[in-house]
């Protein structure tokens, strides 16, 4: 079975940094290409970064570019969101997710990370 766990979030002030964790098991971690993606309340999820299968491209929404970096350690099937300079707007939940012909890809939606950015 398919599990992606988030871990990492919390509460921070303007400005302030956050690291994400996304610890995936239940398919060959290596051969996908993955995304994170954010939901706000009532809404539903907007992709926010996409990492190729290798780790060696990557492509960012204009809302986090140049304060977001995304990465991923194939040996421990794990992907990373470094988040800085972060702004309120960026209070939402964050989900980990496969990307897919042009789309994130999930079967089961887990809890994701919170995070609230407020001062």
């Known amino acids: 079975e398919m599990q992606l766990v988030e871990s990492g979030g919390g509460s921070v002030q303007p400005g302030g940094s956050l690291r994400l964790s996304c610890a995936c098991s239940?398919?060959?971690?290596?051969?996908?290409?993955l995304a994170w993606v954010r939901q706000y309340p009532g809404k539903g999820p907007d992709w926010i970064s996409v990492?190729?299968?290798?780790?060696?491209?990557?492509t960012y929404h204009e809302s986090v570019k140049g304060r977001f970096t995304i990465s991923r350690d194939n040996a421990k099937n794990t992907l990373f969101l470094q988040m800085t300079n972060l702004k309120p707007e960026d209070t939402a939940v964050y989900h980990c997710?496969?990307?897919?012909?042009?789309?994130?890809?999930?079967?089961?939606w887990g809890q994701g990370a919170q995070v609230t950015v407020s001062s």
């Open positions: 997710t496969l990307w897919y012909s042009g789309s994130f890809y999930r079967a089961n």
């Open positions: 239940g398919f060959t971690f290596g051969d996908y290409d």
């Open positions: 990492i190729n299968s290798a780790g060696s491209s990557t």
